[in-house]
């Protein structure tokens, strides 16, 4: 089950394949900085005042925050993988297989995924740990006397997070395909049903609202526990929103009928796909988010207060929220790509029935838009409740500012992501005479 499901779906592994590599990277990156950091020869006073910068505690946060990271993103790109094997999965329950042996096989899958995607991320880490700490003596942060040091540790390390979150994840995502009748998995797996669980919904509203009271709360707080509480807020509510994410997207679909026939039609593919398009929301929504809170708290404490920053203290900020974003943003193109490619057959059809590849492809276009539209109006919702307790707490102000020019970039941005997501890939699957896809 294992090596046919490799086989026959290889391009749907490409998003937790991704992941897995940029976890790697980021993990080995963390401890490599931790090995420099360590082996430095400093003087006790020296060393004292390394530690009380905080600095040191850096590599640890990107070990930790890449461990929860991959199991949110894993489980997300693993539910869109599995969704694609819906109708083998019932065919295997159908002839016998257990639940207990379905969510084996796809916690093998992932695991399988895992190996090559470490090997690889591993040497990115040690480039990446390489200019990070050059960067970060460039910069005056940490002493010169800090060179770059591989972590002894750093393959094993990183094959344990990565198979260890991979298979939390995967494990996760094939809880309720596992379960299912099997007549009831081969019906859905027909014709998608247009709602979702009550266990989703009640979960998604769960974790909203306990983003929202958390944010309520941490706007009493000292600015030092309130920045470390906002992640937590951010998270909840990109999780809510991404278990939510079909109901949204049903419900800002219809706004693409105002772009007439092919907004009709792209509203109603939509309405119908809605739970394939949601697993792109939690990756998007925190690579939006991420963002906007990183540069909208930095250029509000400058107008506020009258100084920008210290360039190093802008670099080491940027350099953090870089890679998460990146980290979130590889996630969704793969999540979104897999989503197109597993309709490669739908779109042959519409052109078999009498769509041009232009009126196709425009059709996709506005579904991108859709998406587009629905994960910046849902981060900038997150962004909002995440930061204005932080902004409150640190500058006593509720009035979030951001220049028009960066707004207008972060836009363009994430259109150019979704693009390339959705409108590039169902271009070069257009390509093919669609009596062949069809076939």
């Given amino acids: 089950m294992i090596r046919q499901a490799l086989r026959r779906n290889p391009w749907s592994f490409l998003g937790p394949a991704a992941t897995q590599c940029l976890a790697a990277a980021l993990v080995t990156a963390g401890l490599c900085l931790i090995a420099s950091l360590a082996g430095a020869p400093l ?13 040191g505690d850096i590599g640890l946060i990107f070990l930790m925050s890449s461990i929860y990271l991959s199991i949110i993103i894993v489980g997300v790109t693993m539910s869109a993988t599995i969704r ?33 995607a470490t090997l690889a991320g591993v040497p990115l880490g040690v480039l990446a740990g390489r200019a990070w700490v050059g960067g970060l003596a460039g910069h005056g942060i940490v002493p010169a006397e800090v060179t770059f040091r591989v972590h002894a540790g750093a393959v094993p390390i990183a094959f344990a997070v990565t198979v260890g979150t991979s298979l939390l994840g995967a494990l996760a995502a094939a809880v309720r395909p596992s379960r299912i009748r099997p007549a009831i998995a081969l019906t859905e797996a027909a014709a998608p049903p247009p709602r979702i669980g009550v266990v989703r919904v009640v979960l998604g509203l769960a974790l909203t609202a306990g983003g929202v009271v958390l944010s309520v709360l941490i706007a009493g707080l000292d600015p030092a526990t309130a920045d470390q509480a906002g992640l937590f807020v951010m998270l909840a509510l990109c999780v809510g929103s991404g278990l939510l994410g079909p109901a949204l997207l049903r419900a800002t ?30 990756p998007l929504t925190l690579a939006i988010a991420f963002t906007a809170v990183t540069l909208v708290r930095s250029a509000t404490t400058a107008h506020v207060t009258g100084v ?36 490669r057959r739908d779109l042959a059809v519409t052109r078999l029935t009498g769509g041009t590849r ?24 997150v962004a909002a409740v995440t930061l204005l307790p932080l902004l409150h707490t640190a500058l006593g102000t509720w009035k979030p500012w951001l220049p028009g020019s960066w707004l207008a970039a972060g ?15 169902a271009a070069l699957a257009l390509r093919r005479p669609p009596i062949e896809v069809a076939g």
């Fill in 253 to 282: 679909a219809p706004l693409a009928r105002l772009l007439g026939d092919t907004g009709r039609l792209a509203a109603d593919t939509v309405a119908v796909h809605a739970k394939a398009l949601s697993g792109a929301l939690v």
């Fill in 411 to 425: 836009i363009a941005g994430v259109v150019t992501l979704v693009a390339a997501g959705t409108v590039l890939p």
């Fill in 43 to 55: 003087d006790a006073a020296r060393r004292r005042a390394l530690t009380d910068s905080g600095v």
């Fill in 84 to 116: 694609h094997q819906a109708r083998d999965i019932a065919l295997v329950r159908t002839i016998g297989a257990t639940p207990g042996r379905v969510r084996r096989a796809v916690a093998a899958q992932a695991a399988v995924v895992a190996v090559p």
């Fill in 358 to 381: 232009g009126r196709t492809l425009a059709v996709v276009i506005c579904e991108a838009l859709v998406v587009t539209g629905t994960a910046l109006a849902v981060a900038a919702a």
């Fill in 308 to 343: 920008a920053a210290p360039a190093a203290e802008r670099w080491l900020e940027f350099c953090g929220t870089g890679a998460y974003t990146a980290f979130a943003a590889i996630a969704a193109v793969n999540t979104l790509v897999t989503g197109i490619l597993a309709r």
